[in-house]
């Protein structure tokens, strides 16, 4: 499988929002998830949202319930994170990640694979 390519971060003032997107054509042989994940330098990869594909169940992270949404585009294999009410401890690096592995709705990125680059999102107060 290959990687997947996040896109649409970028800087921008507490309050605001981003979309993140999220291209997987690249991993599309057996997905059971996909998810956002997070990292900032120093610091342990966090889980954001999970998406259960064949389940539709949804997992928020605690810290970005209400404010985050996770969706999909079938038609253009592509995963969207929908930012709202971005707030300065939100910075980080934004990746994307898939899984064919089973139980990966409950995993924390160990069972995911397809990590891009990532793409940036900065928060400032």
């Known amino acids: 499988q290959g990687q997947l390519v996040e896109s649409g971060g970028g800087s921008v003032q507490a309050g605001g929002s981003l979309r993140l997107s999220c291209v997987a054509s690249?991993?599309?042989?057996?997905?059971?998830?996909m998810g956002w994940f997070r990292q900032v330098p120093g610091k342990q990869r966090e889980r954001v949202a999970i998406m259960g594909l064949r389940s539709g169940d949804i997992y928020y992270d605690e810290s970005v319930k209400g404010r985050f949404t996770i969706s999909q585009d079938t038609t253009k294999d592509t995963m969207f994170l929908q930012m709202n009410n971005l707030k300065p401890e939100d910075a980080a690096m934004y990746y994307c990640a898939a899984s064919s592995r089973a139980r990966c709705f409950y995993s924390t990125g160990g069972l995911f694979a397809g990590w891009g680059q990532g793409t940036q999102v900065t928060v400032s107060s």
């Open positions: 690249a991993y599309t042989y057996g997905r059971l998830c």
